[in-house]
Antibody, heavy 118, light 106 residues
């Protein structure tokens, strides 16, 4: 069974950079697209962006100026960096797998809550 | 961005009921529509992809239909474990977008 596990600080100060890692196990990171999706408390889902195993990435235009998604194939890890955070970036952050850049998300991590507060 | 509009936003139903949730878009997305179930504190779970294909392991009481701009998720006979929030998602064009969710309550 494919497993995705998000990790990173649960508290980030305003204006700083949020950094999260998703570790993938029981499946090769190759040949899939790996997305970050977030969900503010009590609200809906927002796709942040994806990276393909080749290294090509695509971001939501609403966040593009602040987002970087990268890949470490040797560690089977996908990283998310979101700069200049504000309280509006407080959310549960999920990593998820799809088999295309425009596809369905068939495996998800359990999610990690990141709170932006001083 | 393609906006997804789900209705209703919330729904009260009973075990054994047949429930229909609707998702609409302003532009055609063919059948690039997926449905997810999310329970409190858990990640979303893929139920239906390509508008009508049942994800492996999902009970057959779940079904999806539609194409173009109008889609439905039907639960034929509600079970206690089905009370959750349901989201539609379009995979027709980037950025991927989700509906606002439909909370299904007892």
């Amino acid at each position: 069974q494919v497993q995705l596990q998000e990790s990173g600080p649960g508290l980030v100060k305003p204006s700083e950079t949020l950094s999260l890692t998703c570790t993938v196990s029981r499946v090769s990171i190759s040949s899939y697209y790996w997305s970050w999706i977030r969900q503010p408390p009590g609200k809906g889902l927002e796709w942040i962006g994806y990276i393909y195993y080749s290294g090509s990435a695509n971001y939501n235009p609403s966040l593009k100026s602040r987002v970087t998604i990268s890949l470490d194939t040797s560690k089977s890890q996908i990283s998310l960096k979101l700069s200049s955070v504000t309280a509006a970036d407080t959310a549960v952050y999920y990593c998820a797998r799809s088999d295309s850049g425009l596809g369905n998300f068939d495996y998800w991590g359990q999610g990690t809550l990141v709170t932006v507060s001083s | 961005d393609i906006q997804m509009t789900q209705s209703p936003s919330s729904l009260s139903a009973s075990v054994g009921d047949r429930v229909i949730i609707t998702c609409r878009t302003r532009q055609s997305i063919s059948t690039y529509l997926n449905w997810y179930q999310q329970k409190p504190g858990k990640a979303p779970k893929l139920l239906i992809y390509g508008a009508s294909s049942l994800q492996s392991g999902v009970p057959s009481r779940f079904s999806g239909s539609g194409s173009g701009t109008d889609f439905t998720l039907t639960i034929s006979s509600l079970q206690p474990e089905d009370f959750a929030t349901y989201y539609c998602q379009q995979s027709y064009s980037t950025p991927n977008t989700f509906g606002q969710g439909t909370k299904l309550e007892i």
